[in-house]
């Protein structure tokens, strides 16, 4: 029997599947950074939807008006920003990981959501400040030994470069606090509609202009975050085989203008459409907010655990 000359080479291989160690069929193959990064906005995506669901249920915070909301939240974030030590800010997130249980948060992902960035970014700020050059005291672990004193441009190092003790408590002290500050707007935005916080915010008088391009902003990225995800589902539709990696990077910075462009025409029809339909720059929601019992509770107990905290940290620091 003959075959049709048009019929492509690859479509005539008699090539047997073979098995992976994991035995699954197929041969593995190793995923591209452009599958990669597609696979992570719809990562963020999935997590948006989830954050969604965390903040309709029926949670502690989540039965806290708004405004309360905010206001102690900023509270806290001003006790943060004025305690001076590592056991004062450890309680802190202890009570923010309990805050969270009982907002039916899950506790790993809303760890994992802080701590797997703050050490990173944090840790690379405050690094050189746990080395005696930087910040000097007593020295725990040295690290390298010269027979002079070395002057690199204007530092000039000492002879054994360490790292001192208090270098290592100031960079757990930041560390910490920006992971306890962190946690806490997490918290807030999970636990929280997007609409009912733009709203408390115009309540205390947050610029109309700054409210607004909060609420496009939000709305922008999911949808620029959609249409990557559609270009990427579209272009390996009908692409046949494994690119090169010259191809991708070439799709990428095509995409990169696709993007811009479609942001661009969007942004015009977007603000025309809304205004066409009443929008005068207020967030609007259906939900009325109504000052609670539960509400003055709320925030005469944070007042009182803000007040303790502070207080236990000037205790230690004498």
Not at 21 to 29: A, D, F, H, L, S
Not at 126 to 141: K, Y
Not at 264 to 290: C, P
Not at 300 to 307: A, C, F, H, K, N
Request: proline share 3%.
């Amino acid at each position: 029997m003959g075959y049709d000359k048009n019929i492509p080479g690859w479509l005539l291989e008699n090539k047997q599947a073979g098995l992976c160690r994991c035995g699954c069929i197929g041969i593995r193959k190793k995923t591209g950074f452009l599958e990669k990064t597609i696979n992570d906005v719809a990562e963020v995506l999935k997590e948006s939807v989830f954050s969604e669901q965390l903040a309709t249920s029926r949670g502690m915070l989540q039965n806290v008006d708004p405004r309360f909301k905010l206001v102690t939240v900023a509270y806290l974030l001003a006790v943060t920003a004025l305690v001076r030590h590592i056991p004062t800010l450890v309680g802190l997130y202890l009570f923010i990981l309990m805050l969270a249980h009982f907002s039916r948060v899950p506790l790993m992902f809303f760890i994992k959501r802080v701590w797997l960035f703050i050490p990173f970014f944090t840790g690379i700020v405050v690094l050189p400040s746990i080395f005696n050059f930087i910040r000097p005291g007593d020295p725990l672990i040295n690290i390298i030994s010269f027979s002079h004193p070395v002057k690199l441009g204007f530092i000039r190092l000492p002879e054994v470069i360490s790292v001192t003790k208090q270098g290592l408590a100031g960079a757990g002290l930041i560390i910490l606090r920006v992971g306890v500050s962190v946690s806490l707007a997490v918290l807030l935005t999970i636990t929280s509609r997007w609409g009912e916080l733009l709203k408390a915010l115009r309540v205390f008088f947050i610029p109309k202009i700054f409210v607004m391009v909060l609420e496009m902003t939000y709305r922008y990225i999911f949808l620029l975050l959609t249409v990557i995800t559609d270009m990427f589902t579209a272009r390996k539709s009908r692409s046949i085989g494994e690119g090169t990696g010259k191809e991708s990077r070439r799709f990428v910075s095509v995409g990169i203008g696709n993007v811009f462009g479609k942001a661009y025409f969007l942004s015009e029809e977007i603000h025309e459409a809304m205004i066409s339909r009443g929008y005068t720059g207020e967030a609007k929601v259906t939900d009325r907010f109504r000052i609670a019992v539960q509400d003055i509770v709320w925030a005469i107990m944070i007042l009182i655990i803000g007040i303790i905290f502070l207080g236990g940290d000037l205790i230690l620091g004498r």
